[in-house]
């Protein structure tokens, strides 16, 4: 399965991501010898929505979104079984979400985008100062091997209590395979010419879905708006 992030401050950017999951999914379905198994799974998307978790309970500290740490919540709602993706809901998808499950190592915790960026825009898309700190957006996605060892260290207590640094830091693992960087274009910081195999934009800087934001030098909001458009049509 896969989760999104919620946040009722731009509950409309849910919406279009998950469209993009499903429409970029039903797009890239086979004709081949193994169609019938793959053409028949149902992805489940699901929303991560703070206010339907009853066990969340950490208290609000300037955190970017709602969803900053309940993503680590995932391996204990699929019970400790399976695999989970999970996605900030400002990255959409062009190309099938699906083929990232195989850069998943079964004898590790989690898959990541292990970014090594220089340069950071100064603010965030909020207006707050963008602090630079090791393993910055790795979090953003993750596939989760929910009964891995590490990842039954995420119970709700642990995420309640402790610091952004050991949960975004990915200090309760060090069994991380990595998801290869061209999969995800972060918009601002490199181009479709770059990473012409990209299979998803991951809008860090906002977009019109921020009120009251100036979108003028926000790049590929094409494919923002085409999925946008793609429901009221």
């Not at 989970?84 to 998808?93: Q, T």
């Not at 960087?181 to 921020?210: F, L, N």
Request: hydrophobic letters at 30%.
């Amino acid at each position: 399965n896969i989760y999104i992030g919620y946040d009722s401050n731009h509950p409309e950017l849910f919406d279009v991501s998950e469209r993009s999951i499903h429409a970029s999914i039903e797009r890239m379905r086979s004709g081949g010898v193994a169609s019938e198994y793959f053409n028949d799974y149902k992805v489940e998307v699901k929303k991560l929505d703070i206010n339907a978790i009853s066990e969340y309970t950490r208290e609000y500290a300037n955190q970017s979104t709602e969803f900053t740490y309940s993503r680590f919540l995932i391996p204990y709602l699929e019970n400790y079984e399976g695999f989970s993706i999970f996605i900030d809901d400002d990255i959409l998808f062009n190309e099938s979400i699906l083929p990232m499950f195989y850069y998943l190592d079964l004898d590790d915790a989690v898959a990541c985008v292990q970014y090594d960026f220089d340069t950071y825009a100064e603010t965030k898309f909020n207006g707050e100062k963008n602090v630079s700190y090791p393993k910055k957006l790795w979090s953003s996605l993750m596939i989760f091997n929910n009964g891995h060892e590490d990842c039954k260290k995420l119970t709700p207590e642990v995420i309640n209590t402790e610091s952004g640094k050991y949960l975004h830091q990915f200090e309760w693992t060090d069994k991380i395979s990595e998801i290869p960087e061209w999969y995800v274009i972060t918009e601002g910081h490199d181009t479709q010419e770059e990473k012409w195999r990209a299979c998803a934009i991951h809008y860090t800087r906002g977009g019109p879905w921020i009120e009251g934001m100036d979108t003028s030098e926000i790049e590929h909001l094409n494919m923002y708006e085409r999925f946008k458009n793609k429901h009221q049509n």
